[in-house]
């Protein structure tokens, strides 16, 4: 048969550690992360005590010429950061072909078919979806690549939760002050 037309079935192999050989590592392609609703409300809300405060202390300041930073909006937030998925085929050391996803950035120079790798790979929530790779151990080269993918706390950013904190510390600290004078 030609393996074109009539390619060999891929299995989707548990693991947790494969080794084998690589035999393709296809062009990657973007999925996004969905960031939770509960998530994105309490750190906004946090994030919009100390907003409000700074908008007020800015009003009684500058009368007028207030500022124009740019915000990103629900939607944009709503939407998660995307990250590489690049899928990965291996024949395992008893012949079988197993399927993976490399989720986040590895250097494609880092494997090339034919290396030995040991892989580790973890079920994804998704069942349809083949186990995502932890860990690549390329026998060949003697390298380790990790890939990493972006988190909700990386994409909300670090300016965004810096405010939520200060949020939850004016709260706490109004909080303490109304305790005190009961």
């Known amino acids: 048969m030609d393996p074109e037309l009539f390619p060999e079935r891929a299995a989707h192999r548990p693991g947790p550690i494969i080794t084998g050989h ?15 609703q509960p998530i994105l409300i309490g750190v906004l809300a946090a994030a919009g005590i100390p907003r409000v405060l700074g908008a007020a202390l800015a009003t009684l300041r500058l009368a007028g010429s207030g500022s124009t930073a740019a915000r990103r909006k629900w939607k944009q937030l709503r ?25 986040g950035h590895v250097p494609q ?9 040991q892989v580790t790979v973890r079920r994804q ?39 939520a ?18």
């Open 109 to 117: 120079s880092a494997l090339d078919p034919s290396d030995h790798v």
């Open 22 to 36: 690589v035999v393709r590592l296809e062009g990657g392609y973007s999925r996004p992360i969905k960031v939770g």
């Open 79 to 103: 939407t998660g950061p995307e990250f590489l998925v690049t899928p990965l085929h291996i024949r395992d050391t008893s012949g079988v072909l197993c399927e993976m996803e490399i989720h």
């Open 125 to 163: 929530k998704d069942p349809e979806l083949p186990p995502r790779v932890e860990r690549i151990v390329n026998l060949t080269t003697g390298q380790f690549l990790t890939p990493r993918t972006p988190t909700v706390w990386s994409h909300l950013g670090p300016a965004l939760l810096f405010q």
């Open 165 to 182: 904190f200060l949020g939850v510390l004016v709260v706490a600290a109004i909080a303490g002050v109304v305790l005190a004078l009961r």
